[in-house]
């Protein structure tokens, strides 16, 4: 569970990192894609190329953080990005290297503003939502190896 402080946290950084999505999401996929090669040919490159994947990935886990004391609201969101997922074979072990770049890119950004406190909120706000995609597409993997 996390606390209302880290909640509160969250919740007031989103509209300036959402403001800042694409400076963001473009930091994000450079270092992860330029460090992660595996993770790189995971990726359309076409879609790359447009910027359009790139965007979804990082805004949805901002769109995410937004609802994070109501989780429930995202579930028909995450059961079909977890199809996508399952398609590509996203495994459970990549979340935190996605979270890793994805903190990264949000320090970067933030710049002074990432203090102490705004990051180690967003490292376990993003722990609780690879949770439920993780739990989602876990589950799907069973159903799929019947
Ligand atoms: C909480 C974390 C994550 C969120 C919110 C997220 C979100 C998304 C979204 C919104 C899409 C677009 C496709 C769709 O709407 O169906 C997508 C596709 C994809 N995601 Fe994730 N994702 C996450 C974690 C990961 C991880 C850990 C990996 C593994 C490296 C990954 C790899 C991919 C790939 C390869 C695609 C398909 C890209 C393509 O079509 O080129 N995602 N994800």
């Keep these: 569970m996390l606390s209302q402080k ?3 946290i969250v919740k007031s950084t989103v509209p300036v990192l959402k403001e800042r999505g694409i400076e963001i999401t473009t930091v994000f996929y450079k270092n992860m894609l330029g460090e992660n090669p595996e993770i790189k040919d995971m990726f359309d490159s076409g879609k790359q190329k447009d910027g359009s994947q790139p965007k979804a990935l990082a805004m949805t ?9 109501n989780l429930a609201v995202l579930m028909p969101a995450v059961q079909s990005i977890a199809k996508t997922h399952i398609n590509v074979k996203v495994t459970k072990e990549q979340y935190p290297i996605v979270g890793k770049y994805l903190l990264g890119a949000i320090k970067e950004v933030l710049g002074a503003d990432a203090t102490d406190d705004v990051i180690n909120a967003w490292a376990e706000a993003y722990g609780v939502i690879a949770d439920v995609f993780i739990s989602v597409e876990e589950k799907m993997y069973q159903e799929q190896g019947k």
């Design 6 to 8: 880290t909640i509160e």
């Design 61 to 69: 886990v901002l769109a995410a953080a937004q609802n994070i004391d």
